[in-house]
């Protein structure tokens, strides 16, 4: 492609984002195709020959659109959103077009200099104590398992990073029952173990119980265990409860362990002052991650991990073979050693130009609306004497359920509810997931997309009780 073609190619496509977004409300949410439906239409070997770039642009209308799902389709209300905008969208044309890999300082110092400092705006606009400082990683799971990681070598003394785990195979670490299960996953992964990992349980809100915390602590420390490491979420993913996090900090620092904050959703809602009383005790933590990318209009994929001591994330991490010549930390940040890859994409440019683009009062004005908006909805089911709210209502999470007759036994009343959820589905007009709490399954609805209004929550919960209502007619 010659750069003649590459501009007209370009006009073009930017053309048909720009008409995705005018009709996106035409597709069905979630995507109807079949298991198999898209991998059929496409050859088993590479093509011999180049093709003609118009037709592989014509394959996305007739191949890859039908197995989309449309996560910036305002009916998007499944899971939690993983938010777009155009500011965001431009930047990372960019990033692509200039196609630099932000390894260490030197192979792209603006890279470098415009995460640290992108990094603090965002810390300063969540009210994080100014010690923490951060790195973006592709996900809050990475994020997680990097804590993991530096939170073993921080007891071990790098001992595990020399040696491997000989002699240390008695760190346990606490997370809630609600936590997401990245936790579990990162603490498979470094090498602590899934047996290793104590679930404590919740209150009647969902939150970590702090007495059964400390229990466990002191369990472990008498059995010969050593307890290094809790992990707190503000914001859980099934029904966005928040844990404690003074008294969890407290604990933490009684016991010596390492907090860990994981608030890859609600960390957005953080830039809103009204919100940040969530974050007391903070001062307590070692490091926490919030996923821009979900509900800070800036595109998949941007996890916002923060760190107190960075000399202990550099010292687990750092490696520098003979074919990296990376200028001193001392000096710079080659953010390289500051997570697991080498390799680095400039994510820092789409978080740059969102913050430019809204403001903090911009992107502030877009979540309380949110809020609002699922207020509304919230409102609208406590009126309505067939429907339970089975979670506290945070920010813009809803979770709901179905209760037409008070005889119906739970496994009734969980076939019905999870009915609701797959008839919507395939519906094609919302996209809802449900999860189970306490065992009955439950609708979750989460209002999030940039340009989701009140018409779309009001228009779901039309189409929620006629689907209810058709349901339990038979
Ligand atoms: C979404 C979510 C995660 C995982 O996020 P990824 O970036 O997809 O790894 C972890 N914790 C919580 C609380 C989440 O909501």
């Not at 909805?377 to 004497?385: I, R």
């Not at 797959?422 to 007009?429: A, E, M, R, T, Y």
Request: charge should be negative; hydrophobic fraction near 40%.
């Amino acid at each position: 492609m010659n750069t003649n073609e590459f501009r007209l190619q370009g006009y073009a496509m930017i053309n048909r984002i720009a008409e995705y977004y005018e009709h996106i409300e035409k597709y069905p949410v979630l995507s109807q195709v079949a298991p198999g439906d898209i991998k059929k239409q496409l050859p088993e070997n590479m093509p011999e020959q180049g093709e003609q770039f118009e037709n592989i642009v014509q394959d996305i209308d007739s191949i890859i659109m039908p197995g989309i799902t449309h996560w910036q389709h305002p009916c998007f209300m499944a899971m939690f959103p993983s938010n777009t905008s155009y500011p965001s969208i431009l930047a990372e044309l960019f990033s692509a077009g200039i196609g630099i890999n932000a390894m260490f300082w030197n192979t792209s110092p603006a890279a470098a200099e415009l995460e640290e400092q992108v990094l603090n705006w965002l810390r300063n606009a969540m009210g994080l104590p100014a010690e923490f400082q951060g790195v973006i990683h592709d996900t809050a799971s990475t994020s997680t398992l990097t804590a993991i990681i530096c939170a073993r070598e921080k007891y071990a003394q790098y001992a595990i990073n020399e040696n491997g785990y000989s002699g240390f195979t008695n760190y346990t670490m606490y997370c809630s029952e609600q936590a997401h299960y990245s936790v579990e996953k990162g603490a498979r992964a470094a090498g602590i173990g899934k047996a290793h990992v104590r679930k404590i349980i919740t209150d009647a809100d969902f939150a970590m119980d702090i007495q059964a915390l400390e229990n466990a602590i002191q369990n472990d420390i008498a059995m010969g265990k050593k307890p290094f490491m809790v992990i707190a979420t503000l914001g859980t993913t099934n029904s966005l409860a928040f844990d404690p996090l003074l008294e969890i900090g407290l604990l933490c620092k009684k016991y010596d362990l390492w907090l860990h904050v994981d608030a890859a959703y609600a960390g957005s809602a953080f830039i809103l002052p009204e919100y940040q009383y969530l974050l007391s005790g903070v001062v307590y933590a070692d490091s926490f991650v919030m996923n821009a990318h979900k509900w800070l209009m800036t595109n998949f994929d941007c996890s916002c991990f923060y760190i107190k001591d960075t000399a202990l994330l550099i010292n687990t991490f750092t490696h520098n073979p003979d074919y990296i010549n990376a200028a001193p930390d001392t000096e710079v940040r080659n953010y390289k050693d500051w997570g697991l890859p080498l390799g680095r994409r400039f994510r820092a440019l789409k978080l740059w130009f969102v913050m430019r683009h809204y403001g903090l009062q911009g992107l502030q004005e877009i979540l309380r609306n949110h809020m609002r908006t699922a207020e509304s909805l919230y409102d609208q089911f406590t009126q309505n004497a067939s429907w339970e709210i089975m979670a506290p209502f945070a920010m813009n999470v809803l979770c709901v359920r179905y209760k037409p007759d008070a005889h119906l036994t739970v496994s009734q009343l969980n076939a019905l509810n999870e009915n609701i959820i797959s008839q919507i589905n395939s519906g094609g007009k919302f996209y809802l997931t449900g999860t189970k709490l306490n065992g009955n399954s439950i609708i979750r609805i989460v209002p999030g997309q940039e340009h989701v209004v009140q018409q779309h929550t009001d228009a779901l919960f039309d189409l929620l009780v006629n689907t209810a209502a058709e349901i339990s007619a038979g």
